[in-house]
């Protein structure tokens, strides 16, 4: 699998098309030194894709979506969210608020043991765009701790708390606590106001489209209501969800 997807690597950056976001396409032309090779040789080591240090979106050209979700909220309602992926056969990213998860440990470990995959939302969700760097820092490198203790890795994945895109100050905090990728997103169903299942549905809807990143909440009994028309409705769009890593994979 790793080998197939340096392969695939590899054939994209010879195609000048690497996959980015928002214009941060990469190119072999922009080689400054023209003695190295802009294409590693096939017979080197694997070498995972280079993101970006935000992504908005994954891939326009594959069937795939990623749910990604705010991990925090009533342990029965994230129980019910997690039945109904299971139910719906969907994978999905919860990023998690470290207070949630370290007093909901054997729930970080059913994402995990459902093929979910679990993320670092910061330590307590406070508006991380306005903290001083030190501060911002210490939300995530301590959420990072709390998933390493449930799960035994920080994740591949941060959020930030309270803010759709990442500041410098906060992409450089990630990056220093072990994220070099934020995870942002492209679709908003804003389902945290409650507007009930089937405007989350419809917003939804409405606005995915293949590499969509779409922006849930645990912690909503709409939300929850709202999995399986959901994800009977990307369905029936030709639409598969998956965790991010496999959105990028
Ligand atoms: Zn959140």
Same mark, same amino acid.
């Given at each position: 699998?790793?080998?197939? *997807?340096?392969?695939?690597?590899?054939?994209a950056v010879a195609l000048g098309a690497v996959a980015a976001c928002d214009g941060a396409e990469q %190119?072999?032309?922009?080689?400054?030194?023209?003695?190295?090779?802009?294409?590693?040789?096939? /017979?080197?080591?694997?070498?995972?894709?280079?993101?970006?240090?935000?992504? #908005?979106?994954?891939?326009?050209?594959?069937? #795939?979506?990623?749910?990604?979700?705010?991990?925090?909220?009533?342990?029965?309602?994230?129980?019910?969210?997690?039945?109904?992926?299971?139910?719906?056969?969907?994978?999905?990213?919860?990023?998690?608020?470290?207070?949630?998860?370290?007093?909901?440990?054997?729930? $970080?470990?059913?994402?995990?043991?459902?093929?979910?995959?679990?993320?670092?939302?910061?330590?307590?969700?406070a508006d991380i765009k306005t903290m001083k760097p030190q501060l911002a820092y210490a939300e995530i /490198?301590?959420?990072?701790?709390?998933?390493?203790?449930?799960? $035994?890795?920080i994740g591949r994945w941060f959020r930030p708390s309270q803010t759709q895109y990442a500041t410098p100050?906060?992409? %450089?905090?990630?990056?220093?606590? $072990?994220?070099?990728?934020?995870? /942002?997103?492209?679709? *908003?169903?804003?389902?945290?106001?409650?507007?009930?299942?089937?405007?989350?549905? /419809?917003?939804?809807?409405?606005?995915?489209?293949?590499? %969509?990143?779409?922006?849930?909440?645990?912690?909503?009994?709409?939300?929850?209501?709202?999995?399986?028309?959901?994800?009977?409705?990307?369905?029936?769009? $030709?639409?598969?969800?998956?965790?991010?890593?496999?959105?990028?994979?």
């Amino acid at each position: 699998m790793q080998r197939r *997807d340096a392969l695939r690597a590899v054939t994209a950056v010879a195609l000048g098309a690497v996959a980015a976001c928002d214009g941060a396409e990469q %190119s072999p032309l922009r080689t400054a030194d023209p003695s190295t090779p802009a294409v590693a040789p096939r /017979s080197t080591a694997p070498v995972a894709p280079t993101l970006p240090d935000e992504v #908005r979106h994954g891939p326009r050209d594959r069937s #795939r979506i990623a749910l990604t979700f705010h991990g925090q909220g009533d342990p029965r309602l994230v129980t019910g969210l997690l039945d109904q992926l299971r139910h719906g056969g969907a994978h999905a990213t919860i990023l998690a608020v470290g207070t949630w998860l370290t007093a909901n440990p054997a729930l $970080g470990r059913r994402v995990l043991a459902d093929g979910h995959e679990l993320g670092n939302h910061t330590q307590h969700h406070a508006d991380i765009k306005t903290m001083k760097p030190q501060l911002a820092y210490a939300e995530i /490198s301590a959420c990072a701790e709390a998933v390493r203790s449930v799960t $035994g890795s920080i994740g591949r994945w941060f959020r930030p708390s309270q803010t759709q895109y990442a500041t410098p100050t906060i992409k %450089s905090a990630a990056r220093r606590a $072990g994220y070099p990728t934020c995870l /942002s997103y492209d679709v *908003d169903p804003r389902d945290f106001t409650d507007p009930g299942p089937s405007a989350i549905v /419809s917003a939804t809807l409405a606005a995915a489209r293949p590499g %969509s990143i779409v922006s849930l909440h645990c912690g909503h009994q709409g939300t929850v209501a709202a999995i399986a028309p959901l994800l009977a409705g990307l369905r029936t769009r $030709g639409l598969h969800a998956v965790t991010a890593s496999e959105l990028f994979g």
